[in-house]
C-alpha cells in the first residue's frame, strides 16, 4: 500500500452558505509530479487553501504519511514541510536574496545577533545548486521573476519541504526561465519531494507531470496518467462538454483610423513606436521579454511619462497622456497584473465593478444611487458569468484568478470604450474563460470600438487578431496582416532574423 505524502479525504468547504468543494479526495505520492488543472471557480485555490491552513474544511480530513494533519494556520503547514510556490510570489521585494533565503529561520551568532556572514554563505551554496548566479547580497526586486521563481523554490528546500505546490508558475515566465523552472521540478522530483503542479496550461502539464487530476465546480471529475489522457479528454472534463472552437469568428467591418501613434518614445524602454488602430479592428502586439510591449501601452494611457511622439486619438490630438484624461477620452486599460493594479483586493465585487464608472450611477444630487449599482453590477456577472456568491460582501481577494480577471474587464466593459488596450487579458484563465474573453473582445470590435491586444501566446494573436506588429528593443520591427500570419514569421521578427 502506498504511503502518501499527503492525503485528503472527503473535503468539504463553503463560503456564505454556499459548498465550493464537494467532497474530494486526492493523494500525491513523494517523487512524483502531480498535475491539477480545472476552469477558473473549480476549486482548486481553495483546495490549496485549506492543504494551507488558511481555511478549515468543514468536513473531511488530511493525512501526512497517514498521520492526522489538521493545520490551523499557514505556520502549521510549514512545520508539516509544506510549502507553496504562488503565482504572486512571497519575497520581500526590498530584501537581499540572502534574506530572504533565511527569513524564517536567520542564522545567529553567540551573542543572539544575526550572523550576515554564515547567511551570505550558506546562500551562496543554495544559489550554486540552482545556477543562480547572483551575489546573495542582491536585492530581490531588482531581479527577473524566473530569478525570483527559483529563490522561492530555493526557500522551500532549506526549509526541508517534502510536498510542494506550484500555483501557475509560468504565467509571467519567458520560455529560457520556464525550461529553468521545469528542471527544478525534474530536480526536486529525483530528490523524493512529492510535487502538486497547477496550472492552465495544459502543454506544460502534460510535459513535466505523471499524473493529472481535474475539478469541475468543486468536485474531483477524474486522475489519470498522464501518458493515458489527450490533451483533448482533458478539456471535455474541464469544461463539462466538448469545446469545439477555441477561437471565435465574427464577421465585422473596419472602418478608419481610430488612432495613429507616430515615434512615441518613452525612457528607457520605448525608443520610437508607429502604430495605427482602426475602428473595429484588433491590432495584436507580440514580443519577447523586454521589448517593451508593456511599456509602450502603458505610456500610450498615460501610466508612464512619454518622452516624445505624437499620439491622435479619434482625430484629435493627445500630447499628454493620463490615466484620467483616457478615462474621458474614451480609452480603457486592462493592466497584466490585475492583483496590484486592476483590483481593490479587499473591496467587494460589486465595488469593483462600479469604481470607473461612478459618475453613471450617481443621481443629479451627487449620490449614489443603488439600484442602478446592482443592476450594473448584475449585468457584468451575468455578462461575464463571474462565479460569485454574494456581491457585496465577497471580496475581489475570494475570487479565483479568472474570475478576478473577469472583474478587471468587466469595470471597462460599462463604459462601451472607444479603444481597449488589453495586456496578458487571458495571463492564467483556464480554456473556457479565455474563449469567453475572446467572444468579449470580438464583441466590442464588431461594435466598432479599436483594441490593442498585448499577448505572449502567438496562436491566441493569430486566432483572434486583424493585424499583428511584432515589438523588438522598443519599436516596431515586423507587421503581418491576417493573411500572413505565421509563427516562424512573427519569432523572425522577434529575434531580428533575416527572413528567407
Known amino acids: 500500500m502506498t504511503n502518501y505524502a499527503l492525503s485528503l479525504k472527503d ?9 465550493v468543494l464537494h467532497g474530494i479526495n486526492l493523494a500525491f505520492e513523494n517523487g512524483k509530479v502531480h498535475g491539477l488543472v480545472g476552469e477558473n471557480g473549480a476549486g482548486k485555490s481553495t483546495m490549496m487553501n485549506v492543504i494551507g491552513g488558511v481555511f478549515k474544511p468543514e468536513s473531511g480530513t488530511m493525512e501526512i504519511h497517514g498521520k492526522p494533519y489538521e493545520p490551523s494556520n499557514p505556520k502549521d503547514a510549514t512545520k508539516a514541510r509544506i510549502a507553496f510556490i504562488h503565482q504572486e510570489l512571497n519575497l520581500f521585494s526590498n530584501l537581499s536574496i540572502a534574506e530572504n533565503l533565511y527569513i524564517d529561520n536567520l542564522p545567529k551568532m553567540k551573542i543572539g545577533a544575526i550572523d550576515y556572514k554564515a547567511m551570505k554563505t550558506n546562500a551562496a551554496v543554495q544559489l550554486k545548486k540552482f545556477g543562480i548566479d547572483e551575489d546573495p547580497a542582491t536585492i530581490v526586486g531588482n531581479l527577473p521573476m524566473g530569478v525570483r521563481q527559483t529563490i522561492e523554490i530555493a526557500k522551500a528546500l532549506i526549509a526541508d519541504a517534502e510536498v510542494i505546490l506550484f500555483d501557475e508558475p509560468t504565467t509571467s515566465l519567458s520560455q529560457k526561465e520556464k525550461e529553468r523552472l521545469f528542471d527544478n521540478i525534474r530536480m526536486l522530483k529525483e530528490n523524493n519531494v512529492a510535487v502538486v503542479f497547477i496550472s492552465h496550461i495544459l502543454d506544460d502539464v502534460c510535459a ?3 499524473d493529472i487530476s481535474v475539478l469541475r465546480d468543486g468536485n474531483l471529475i477524474d486522475t489519470r496518467k498522464t501518458s493515458e489522457i489527450t490533451k483533448d479528454e482533458l478539456i471535455s472534463m474541464m469544461v463539462g462538454r466538448k469545446l469545439e472552437r477555441v477561437f471565435p469568428t465574427v464577421e465585422k467591418d473596419i472602418g478608419d483610423t481610430l488612432l495613429e501613434v507616430t515615434d512615441l518614445v518613452a525612457q528607457p524602454v520605448v525608443k520610437g513606436v508607429n502604430l495605427t488602430v482602426r475602428r473595429g479592428e484588433i491590432v495584436g502586439v507580440f514580443g519577447l521579454m523586454g521589448a517593451g510591449r508593456t511599456e509602450f501601452v502603458r505610456a500610450l494611457y498615460g501610466v508612464d511619462p512619454i518622452t516624445s511622439g505624437r499620439i491622435v486619438l479619434d482625430g484629435k490630438p493627445y500630447p499628454k497622456p493620463s490615466p484620467m484624461e483616457s478615462i474621458e477620452r474614451g480609452m480603457a486599460y486592462i ?9 481593490l483586493m479587499p473591496k467587494s465585487v460589486s465595488d469593483n465593478i462600479i469604481m470607473v464608472n461612478l459618475n453613471g450611477i450617481c443621481n443629479k444630487a451627487g449620490a449614489m444611487d443603488f439600484k442602478k449599482e446592482d443592476a450594473q453590477t448584475d449585468q457584468i456577472i451575468s455578462e461575464l458569468k463571474v462565479k460569485v456568491n454574494d456581491k457585496h460582501m465577497q471580496t475581489a481577494a475570494n475570487l479565483s484568478g479568472g474570475n478576478q480577471q473577469k472583474l478587471v474587464i468587466g469595470k471597462w466593459l460599462l463604459r462601451e470604450p472607444r479603444l481597449l488596450i488589453m495586456d496578458e487579458p487571458t495571463r492564467g484563465v483556464d480554456v473556457g474563460a479565455k474563449y469567453e474573453i475572446y467572444v468579449l473582445i470580438q464583441t ?5 470600438s479599436g483594441v490593442i491586444f498585448v499577448s505572449s501566446e502567438m496562436e491566441e494573436l493569430i486566432g483572434v487578431c486583424d493585424r499583428i506588429v511584432v515589438v523588438r528593443e522598443g519599436r516596431v520591427a515586423g507587421e503581418l496582416q491576417k493573411n500572413e500570419f505565421d509563427q516562424k514569421k512573427i519569432m523572425y521578427y522577434a529575434l531580428e532574423v533575416n527572413q528567407k
Open 11 to 19: 473535503i468539504r468547504k463553503g463560503f456564505f452558505g454556499v459548498e
Open 208 to 210: 513535466l507531470c505523471d
Open 335 to 343: 493592466t497584466e497584473d490585475r492583483r496590484g493594479e486592476g483590483l
Open 444 to 448: 466590442l470590435a464588431k461594435s466598432g
